[in-house]
């Protein structure tokens, strides 16, 4: 009942205020009314009846005034005033406001951007159950580096290993639908039975792949994303126990995933099929059950950390050859990489999201220095206002209430608007994200984002607003009413001085940032990449059907739509090739040399097998000896190979490779392979990855017909037109051949840096932005200065300072702080691209000139900031100004 | 300016007010008044504080308040005691005496 009437008596005098004041001010009338007659029957004129009354009651507003304060409303109301007065306030300063508001706006619309989109990668769960315990699992290639595992390898840990749930392999798919428009390719995974287990998500449709369907031979069955059986299938709820055709061989489909499967391991995969390697004759070594191209996950027992798991592994794989036969490069004498899948998919783009979070921490932190800062020149320009107010009786909470409130509403504002420079910035970090970067389907704008955005933006409003109100409340208030004359030169300056500083501090710490990531971009670019990518289209080109299971059948299939490609107008030249640079394919093999003592080395070699005319089309040089040509295409006992620079300089010391002998593919049955000719380097990996050896064969003349080829054209006009009219020519050799990711070798080239590219975007919007807000606060604390010294400096100019050395000394205020936080900056800058090492290319991270180009723009930019309150200072008249007193 | 020994004791006035109700319903000026005769003028009622009392046991529930005409044909604003007040008078009734008696049992053993 009570608190009922709290709460509508208070509503009612907040939404009827002024019926509830004149009901107040009735009844304080009628009380003083009542007195006065009262003090009149007692005798009293009526006029010393009245000031009587009036003596008893005191001040009637400060009675009303009273009366009012004591409701919970009153702080409503307060608060109301508060923000009333505060926008009209905000109104009055239209150019201190926007710049607040935009300021806040970006500081915080970029943080909440960059932590929507880095939140999903780095910080939230993979979205599966218990996904902590879901673990990659890498070997270790007989160089180093990690590389992925072998069947047997799998098969092996996967018998004997007690930490694990469950472990499984996969590998890419691309099978092909035939349908009667155009083939249409698709994305899949083979993978182990256990896949499904191991990422703990059970179809929505059907049931989970059957171990015992999981062998050699076995029957061929295929699970389906939501996504393609709505597409292809219209949602067809018989489809499981269907049998759909893929590649030209009958699948059964076993099952449908639900639809927010999300699979980070392949995430344009659309379909799955069973692995269905041979588990027996492990002891034979030159099947593909021995070759380390397995992707491998395992799901860990509860209880089980990863380090017992690898140690677990680790002691398996000790068992003596007889128990566990294995090949060298299988050896596991490294050990194995046992990391959370999480780790493992964000491993790439991982300190690049780190280096973008920081940079953009430092973009915020700059945002709240200057949004203090322009508070805190506010908050000087209204010490008389402030004065004034605390001589009308304004207490001191009242006043830092008021201030609290205006920097609120400020920051509130700022957030909202921050808000949009979010969802717009998360859309454009979508747009711009370089294609490693795994989950880009999750990152959204979501709740956990806007809480974050609306925590930063109270938490900025409360502390910047408490500066200027403490500072304000602080002061001699009488000394505030006295500034009409703008006598005294107030000590916030200083503090202002040191915000300034470090704004610069903190930008040049951005500024030398995307500095180096610009140089190292820049550097990688003048990267040769070892062939013309000028006018090169390129395309992959597969074949599809058991007709051509048949090698030769394969092979004249290619070869006639080469002959069809080279007939397009505008094509000058083609080849095809079993592997195409920086498309991300890694073809290797070891390559056995024929040594005098009998001893064979083997080494990793890329293996390309070309068409003749390969380097021709590419633009790749020959460095000695021959080219493969026309008669390269049929068998011969002594395949011709060719090597690349990198190769004969690093196997043959000098030695002339030419006529020297080599075996790949690891056949010792068969002869030896003859070099006939070394041709120039190629990045295949990437620019920034130096080049490893490679060894070209002619496809023709190879152990198998390679499948699936890539087909290079180099064109006389726009490489990017002539694409339909090439795969018309191929379809007219076969109409039911796929052909996927046709893209031009500029684009490679593009691709190849995304990651890199999207950083020193980020970088550089980051930088610039921090360069504007540094510009504003010197300018703001210069100018504010300026006009607090209107005096001084007229009394400079009265005792015979000419204009120009008031500019000297104006200007050497700001450059003194620009240098001070260079200064400081720099040390910050060399401890941050430490940070950025793993990013940088070619350069030092204290590369000179990025640091030095740095410190000239920072100085020039403060110089042209400094110069407007400069050139105001020198244009103050001393007589105007001395006549103000 | 106040003087310490007419003004109400801390925290009596409610109790005061309500007293004053119990008999009759009253206008604010007459509340006052009554107080300050009842204690032959010991009590004297800051108007300040008595206002915001009485908005303070209305919103408690202890008092209602409505317009009506007084003696002298005028408009005034009359509080009267609710049930809930008549409760709350009791209570703060038998505090009051409680805490009297113990201030004089304490004041006559010191004496």
Redesign the interface.
Known sequence: MSFFRQLTRGLRVLTHRRAADRELSDEVQDYLEQSIAAHVANGLTPDEARRAARMELGNATAVREQVREAGWENVFATFFADLRYGLRHMLRTPGFTIVTILTLALGIGATTAIFSAVNPILFASLPYPHAGRIMGIWDFAPYGSRSHVAFHTYRELAARSHSFNAVAVTKPWQPTLVSAAEPERFDGQFVSASYFRVLGVTPFMGRDFDPSDDRLKGPNVVMLSNTLWKRRFGGDPTIVGRQITLDDNLYTVVGVMPAGFENVLAPTAELWTLLQYDSANIASFQTREWGNHLRMVGRLEPGVNSDQAKKELEAIVLAPMQEFPRPPWASHRQGFVVNSLQDDVTRGVKPALLAVLGAVTLVLLIACVNVTNLLLARGAQRSAEFGMRAALGAGRLRLIRQLLTESLLLAVIGGVAGMGVAVLGVRALVALSPPELPRIGAISVNGTVFGFGLAITTLIGLAVGLIPALHSSKEDLHAGLQQGSRRTVAGHQSTRKILVVTEVALALVLLVSAGLLLRSLERLFAVVPGFDAANLLTMQVQTYGHRYDDDATCNRFFAQSLEAVRAVPGVSDAAFTSQLPLSGDADVYGAELETANNVHETHDVFRYGVSPGYFETMGIPLRSGRLFDAHDVTAVPMRPVLINESFAKSKFQGRDPIGQRLRIGGQVSRPWDIIVGVVGDVKQTSLAVSQSDAVYVSTAQWLWADGTQWLVVRTRGDPTSLAPAIRQAIWSVDKDQPVVHAGTMKELLAASAAERRFALILFEAFALTALLLAAAGIYGVLSGSVTERTREIGVRSALGATPANILVMVLRQGITLTAVGVAIGLAGAVAASQALAAMLFGISRLDPVTYLGVIAMLLGVSAMSCWVPAWRAARVDPATTLRAE | MPEPSTDVIQGTLDMLILKTLSLEPM????I??RIEQISRGVFKV????L??AF??L????WLNSEWRQ?N?A????FYSLTR?GHKQLELETDDWTRRVSAVARLLRTEG
């Open positions: 206008h604010g000026f007459g006052a008044r800051n108007p300040g504080s206002l915001t908005q303070r209305e919103r408690a529930g007084t002298n005028r408009r005034a604003k809930a």
